[in-house]
């Protein structure tokens, strides 16, 4: 049996004839970019979120950079962040010449520790003034623990951005009540590459918000800092979403629960068939039904990289997201971080492992993964 980590083909068998004539009709229309449908997507997504705005744009990382473009981050600012992410989450900072500064995740959820972030403020009193944002990822389709977050952030009058770029549609239980990603923080910012929950046919994404000045500048930053046409109050970039893109989520859109319902089932029939001491399953930090399981992620406490082998040589597909933490990639060495650093990021490159988890899964599917992890360690 052959089980790829993802198959689009499965979920485009699905909806086919729909996508065809969306993608038909905005080539007919010859209105390739901002065309009424981004309008449409960014009225739905924001609804969808719990918010007021939605500004589509290019990328998921396209929507960071454009989020710390649109907070006037300067060289020089510290935005502080994980190490362990997908590399845009630290990338877009440098890009501006900003410096990332990392604390450490919780080594049960993998999402930045809100203790740690505590601590880091208590222990650095003289260098508050440089830490211009915090942007805590939403990794794997679960929330962070954004309450205490939030009150560290506001104890210091610091923006947030939350990357939800793995996490539309999850939920975080609040003081405030039940909140979707994206729409706790100062801004937040969703991808739609192809693999995530709602993923498109090529790269997008969007920053949701509540405030209508940051919105206001945000549709000026991502078109070249223009509004009207040829006067530009500001420097911006071509941050636009693609018409194509936005009619092909616009049809993804309506299934989206159902897709992620059936991640949650695929994911709780791994949880009770995984009990293997050498395997810790993901932990559920609140509900089962806020995580989303963008990726269905083991802790492999010896032998991951010989698992791996023996996956792939069985055809079931498998990932490491990440295996190298931000503060030990070469292009960051100058931050002058060493190995050690972040105990709890640096144990889950080394010791995790993805398996399939997409909707269209069965569950025949999901047994012969179990049997054979089961099979590699009896032997």
């Known amino acids: 049996m052959k089980i790829p980590l993802l198959d689009l083909n499965a979920q485009l068998a699905t909806i086919r004839p729909e996508l065809k004539d969306a993608v038909s009709r905005v080539i007919e229309s010859t209105h390739y970019i901002m065309g009424p449908e981004v309008a449409d997507l960014e009225q739905k997504i924001a609804g969808y979120s719990g918010v007021k705005y939605g500004i589509g744009v290019s990328s998921g990382t396209d929507a960071l950079l454009v989020a710390l473009m649109a907070l006037d981050i300067q060289p020089g600012d510290w935005v502080i962040t994980t190490p362990y992410s997908f590399f845009a989450t630290a990338g877009v900072v440098s890009r501006l010449k900003a410096i990332p500064v990392f604390v450490d995740i919780d080594p049960e959820t993998y999402n930045i520790d809100p203790l740690k972030l505590r601590d880091w403020f208590d222990q650095n009193p003289g260098k508050i003034n440089k830490v211009k944002a915090i942007i805590p990822v939403h990794l794997y389709g679960q929330c962070a623990d954004m309450d205490p977050i939030l009150e560290t952030a506001d ?5 947030v951005i939350e990357d939800a770029a793995q996490a539309i549609g999850s939920q975080y239980p609040s003081k405030t009540g039940i909140k979707r990603a994206g729409s706790m923080g100062t801004m937040g910012c969703f991808s739609f590459f192809p693999s995530k929950n709602l993923g498109g046919i090529g790269d997008g994404g969007m920053v949701v918000t509540n405030d209508s000045a940051l919105a206001e500048k945000l549709v000026k930053l991502r078109n070249h800092g223009s509004h009207p046409k040829y006067f530009h109050s500001m420097i911006g970039g071509n941050f636009r979403l693609d018409t194509i893109q936005a009619a092909v989520l616009l049809i993804k859109l309506p299934h989206l629960e159902s897709w992620s319902r059936a991640r949650q089932v695929h994911a709780t029939h791994y949880d009770t068939r995984l009990n293997i001491p050498e395997l810790k399953i993901p932990t559920v930090a609140y509900r ?43 292009c960051f060495k100058d931050l002058g971080y060493r190995k050690g650093d972040f105990p709890n990021s640096e144990y889950a490159a080394e010791h995790t492992i993805a398996l399939p988890v997409y909707p269209e899964l069965t569950m025949e599917m999901q047994d012969y993964v179990v049997e054979k992890i089961k099979t590699f360690y009896k032997a």
């Open 155 to 159: 104890r210091y009058g610091i923006p």
């Open 288 to 330: 089962r039904e806020f995580h989303i399981y963008n990726q269905y992620i083991l802790s492999v406490a010896d032998k991951r990289d010989e698992l791996r082998k023996w996956l792939s040589e069985n055809q079931i597909g498998n990932e490491v997201y990440y295996p190298v933490p931000f503060h030990l990639q070469e």
